[in-house]
Structure formats: structure tokens, C-alpha cells
């Protein structure tokens, strides 16, 4: 496997499920990232991880909880979501955080909520 | 007014065309440049990166940014129907090490390429 790996790549959750999305680079980087990409709107950086640490928090509700527990694997926990969090969540990766430098993304999760 | 303004499209054009698309932005502070390709179904794939004013080519694509302008294009030459994607602009300013590299997007442009 090379790059930036997602799952699932699709995920349909009623309001009062609990589930997690699981992101996997396999490009030794140090920094990972989530964002958010709903239609006809700009991605939304979520949160920023750099060596396991969050580093950035964009004000995301408390109902998205983040988990980094190595520079390799990254998880967004999802508990009572609404309906306006339906959307293509993405995450990236990038050698570090701290320095300009470009970001690969992975095919990301398609959310739904009923 | 939105940081980086993108006109969503469609931007249809016939296979063999130029395909030009644009990004206008407001923050002066903006020194990274990049393009990302997405195909639907699929993430953002990077296409060009590029810090600074100037042109950068690779291959059939041509990245161009004017700072005095707060403008930056991306040119697609021979275009052929596979090119027929969103085409997303981003960019970032100067390392600060508390800022990192924040990405600020481009709302993306739909680009179809008939044969």
C-alpha cells in the first residue's frame, strides 16, 4: 500500500451511532490532518497532528474526537452527529507541520446521517 | 469576501483545447501556491506547487502567479477528456512555526472536456 489510505469509503449512521473513521499514510510523515468537504463549499481543516500531538483544533464540535496514536495512524471518532455532518471527510498528510509543504490526501470517507 | 475566491463552473471545453482557470485571493501574506486535481469519488491529487510570483511548468500544465495582482492561474494545454475533473486551488503564507502550513482553498472549478 502506498500513500494515503481511508476507511470505510462510504458510512451511512443514524444521529445515536457511535463509529470511527481510520486513517492510514504510509509516506513517513509526521504531520496528519482532517478536514471536512461538504458540496459547494472550500475544504474545512478540522484538526492537525504533528507527532502524535494535536497541534490544531478549528473550533470543531465536541461530538468529532480526534485520535493519533502514532505518526502512521490517524482516527475520527463520530458520536451523535446531525444531519449537517453528512459530507466527504479527508484526511491528509504532510512531511511536517511547521514548514510549507504539500499535503496528499486520501479518497476520504463518504458520511451520511440519517 | 471569502479569502480565495475560485468560480465553481462548469468550464466545458473541446478535447484539444486550452483550459484556463484562475484564483484571486486577499491575504498579501500568501507565498505558497499549489493545484490539486480531484476526480470524483477520489481525494485531491497535487498537481503543481509553487512559492513565490512566476511560472512553473510541468508537462502540459503550467502553473502562473502574479502577488502584485493577488492572482495565480493554472493553464492545461492539449486537453483531453481524462483532464475532466475539479480542479481545487490552495495556498499558504511564509512558516510561521505556529501557524504550520495551513492550506486555504479554493471552493473548486468544474472542469468537462468533451471529445
Known amino acids: 500500500e502506498t500513500g494515503v489510505t481511508q476507511t470505510p469509503r462510504h458510512l451511512v449512521m443514524g444521529m445515536t451511532n457511535k463509529k470511527s473513521l481510520k486513517c492510514e499514510q504510509h509516506l513517513g510523515h509526521n504531520a496528519m490532518y482532517w478536514y471536512k468537504q461538504s458540496a459547494k463549499k472550500p475544504l474545512e481543516l478540522m484538526f492537525v497532528y504533528s507527532l502524535e500531538e494535536r497541534v490544531e483544533n478549528n473550533s470543531v464540535p465536541s461530538r468529532f474526537s480526534p485520535e493519533c496514536p502514532n505518526s502512521s495512524h490517524l482516527f475520527l471518532h463520530l458520536h451523535t452527529l446531525q444531519p449537517e455532518d453528512s459530507a466527504l471527510y479527508l484526511c491528509?498528510?504532510?512531511?511536517?507541520?511547521?514548514?510549507?509543504?504539500?499535503?496528499?490526501f486520501g479518497d476520504g470517507t463518504r458520511l451520511s446521517i440519517l | 469576501q471569502k479569502e480565495v475566491e475560485q468560480d465553481p463552473g462548469p468550464l466545458s471545453v473541446p478535447e484539444g483545447a486550452i483550459v484556463s482557470l484562475n484564483c484571486t485571493y486577499s491575504n498579501s501574506a500568501f507565498q505558497y501556491f499549489m493545484w490539486y486535481r480531484q476526480y470524483s469519488r477520489k481525494g485531491p491529487e497535487l498537481l503543481m506547487y509553487?512559492?513565490?510570483?512566476g511560472n512553473k511548468e510541468d508537462g502540459r500544465f503550467t502553473a502562473q502567479v502574479d502577488k502584485s495582482s493577488k492572482y495565480i492561474s493554472l493553464f492545461i494545454r492539449d486537453s483531453q477528456p481524462s483532464d475532466s475533473a475539479t480542479y481545487l486551488c490552495a495556498m499558504s503564507a511564509k512558516e510561521i512555526k505556529a501557524a504550520g502550513n495551513k492550506l486555504t482553498f479554493g471552493g473548486g472549478t468544474r472542469v468537462l472536456v468533451k471529445p
Open positions: 509553487t512559492y513565490s510570483s
Open positions: 491528509a498528510s504532510s512531511q511536517d507541520w511547521g514548514q510549507n509543504q504539500p499535503q496528499h
